[in-house]
């Protein structure tokens, strides 16, 4: 009875170091692929499928718990709802030497189902990387919809990536899109903060001449007479913009029979009708006019505009 006993004991014993050891064993493999999974970041990100609705994001690939970097520069489209004339901007940017940033992602934003679809790739390794955006289906110049889908956007960027700060350049509709994001997303951590913001010809009092007297020391220091609803809200709302953004206010002067202040399509008196604004704001606001003899939706094609902002973003 005793042998048997001894032995039943031995057995018992030998059963449960087996599985203490098997256990051990589970144990380490799973912590050491739980590190390798963390600790993976891809050399790329290649993303066709994501889409946004309201608040609600959804991707096709994991994330990464350590992000990398960027400060990117994203460029605004106007109201055709392509990307193509701020792809034409930086097309021209890019071919000037001293612009080492890459094309990333090209962003559009749906107004008809609040979709918001990426194409394109970022390289991991580059720190401030060219960001396209447009808004369409159907085409708008509303500010409401630009703001909704660069929300949209920002959300899904904040996402894969650390991002302490953003620049942008907004041209026409675009640029309006922009001040409303900076108005809308005020206060709120979740969205980086803007660092630099230049307004290519942006529209700010719906394409209206605004100004019973057409001279730009006037238009630069009064409220226009004239105000559209798109005036109103920026009136009413500009102080939450963040004082500490750098804004350029960028406008073509187009020579025509009549001597109006335009570049042909955006007034002067539509364009810096904001700039009293947000010199009361305390922004460091300046103004840069240009001659143009093109229309204005060819104006991001123009040579002396992408050397503006090149040198303004990039370094002369």
């Given at each position: 009875m005793k042998e048997f006993l001894v032995k039943n004991g031995r057995l018992i014993f030998l059963t449960v170091l087996v599985t203490l050891i098997l256990s051990a064993l589970t144990g380490i493999i799973f912590l050491r692929a739980a590190h390798l999974s963390i600790k993976k970041i891809p050399a790329g990100i290649d993303d066709k499928t994501t889409q946004t609705t309201g608040?609600?994001?959804s991707?096709?690939?994991s994330l990464s718990a350590d992000k990398p970097i960027i400060?990117?520069?994203i460029y605004i489209s106007g109201s055709s709802g392509k990307v193509d004339q701020v792809d034409w901007l930086i097309d021209g940017i890019k071919k000037q030497s001293s612009v080492t940033s890459t094309k990333g992602q090209i962003f559009r934003?749906?107004?008809?189902?609040?979709?918001?679809?990426?194409?394109?790739?970022v390289d991991t390794s580059d720190t401030a990387p060219m960001i396209e955006f447009a808004v369409g289906d159907p085409r708008t110049s509303d500010p409401t919809h630009y703001s909704e889908g660069i929300q949209a956007m920002m959300r899904y960027l904040r996402e894969n990536y650390t991002?302490?700060?953003v620049n942008f350049v907004g041209y026409s509709s675009g640029a309006t899109g922009v001040l409303n994001y900076m108005i809308d997303t005020s206060g709120n951590a979740n969205f980086p903060?803007?660092?630099?913001f230049i307004s290519l010809d942006g529209e700010y009092n719906t394409c209206k001449f605004g100004y019973k007297e057409q001279n730009l020391t006037h238009i630069l220091t009064?409220?226009?007479?004239?105000?559209?609803?798109?005036y109103t809200y920026i009136e009413k709302n500009y102080q939450k913009i963040d004082p500490a953004t750098k804004i350029i206010l960028m406008e073509g002067h187009k020579t025509n029979a009549k001597g109006d202040l335009t570049d042909g399509t955006i007034p002067w008196g539509d364009t810096f009708s904001i700039y009293?604004?947000?010199?009361?704001n305390k922004n460091a606001v300046s103004i840069h006019i240009y001659p143009t003899n093109v229309a204005h939706s060819q104006l991001p094609k123009q040579k002396d505009v992408q050397t503006f902002i090149k040198n303004t973003l990039y370094g002369g």
């Open positions: 608040t609600k994001t991707t096709t690939f400060t990117p520069t934003f749906s107004t008809g189902n609040n979709k918001l679809t990426v194409t394109g790739k991002i302490p700060y903060r803007v660092k630099e009064t409220a226009p007479d004239t105000k559209t609803a798109m009293h604004l947000l010199v009361a």
